[in-house]
């Protein structure tokens, strides 16, 4: 799976979000600036993806971090 994969499911509802990176998806979804700006530190493809998406409702493919 990338996180893209993870992204679509979560918001289309297709399957239960239970795996690691969707759930860090949902984390930088909820995180306010400075909490998503330490989680970029660890996790910056995860972060530009719910960015990405955030901004413009489409699914970007990056792999895991």
Do not use: C
């Not at 992204?7 to 909820?30: C, P, R, S, W, Y």
């Not at 306010?32 to 970007?60: C, I, M, Q």
């Amino acid at each position: 799976m990338s996180y893209q994969e993870d992204i679509e499911n979560m918001t289309t509802g297709k399957q239960d979000f239970t795996n690691f990176g969707a759930l860090l998806l949902h984390l930088v979804l909820k995180a306010d600036l400075h909490n998503r700006a330490l989680l970029r530190k660890s996790y910056p493809n995860a972060v530009k993806v719910a960015e990405h998406w955030r901004a413009t409702g489409e699914f970007l493919f990056l792999p895991y971090d």
